[in-house]
């Protein structure tokens, strides 16, 4: 008897439990933590540019399941609009759709980051006319680094409620009580 059970024992789940907080972080945070395979200019083994961290956080925004590695032509539109690299004269939202089919490969949808910083050479060009192509490449690196995508609309309308919220409570409390007798 003493051997059916030592068969039918299950293997021990060695997992902790989830915690309670939002599933959705969880899943963007482990995109964004995978190491990286390849070395890049101004980064060491393991460590990330602050370029490629913005490429990453565009690159994710919105997708569930986007791992960081490649960005739609989406989020290369959000990332220059968010990042000011669209001026309004120099390079406009055209120029950047242009810059992105150019550089992307015939039959694929996403660059990936080494694709990402020949695009941003190109606009560099374009944006920075009076600077020489080096200064014109770190400016535009200036602009993109240490950012996030800009969520708006949300705040927003989560303001707008609970203003509306407090209005309806002041107009309830405002209000004769008719039921007393």
């Known amino acids: 008897m003493a051997d059916n059970k030592a068969k039918s024992t299950k293997p021990v789940n060695k997992t902790p439990p989830k915690s309670p907080s939002d599933p959705a972080k969880e899943r963007a945070a482990k995109r964004l933590s995978y190491d990286s395979n390849s070395s890049h200019e101004g980064a060491m083994a393991g460590e990330i540019s602050a370029l490629e961290e913005a490429f990453r956080k565009f690159a994710i925004h919105g997708d569930t399941r986007a791992t ?50 020949e695009a941003l ?41 609970k203003t509306l919220l407090v209005f309806e409570v002041i107009e309830k409390a405002e209000q004769p009580d008719i039921e007393t007798e």
């Open 68 to 117: 960081g590695k490649e960005m739609h032509g989406k989020n290369w539109s959000k990332l220059c609009k968010d990042c000011h690299v669209i001026d309004g004269k120099n390079v406009t939202i055209t120029d950047v759709d242009i810059v992105f089919s150019k550089i992307k490969g015939k039959s694929s949808r996403t660059i990936t980051f080494e694709q990402f910083k």
């Open 121 to 161: 050479q190109e606009l560099s060009k374009k944006r920075f006319k009076d600077k020489s192509d080096e200064e014109a490449v770190q400016e535009i690196h200036k602009l993109i680094e240490g950012k996030v995508p800009i969520i708006s609309g949300v705040t927003n309308f989560v303001e707008l409620q």
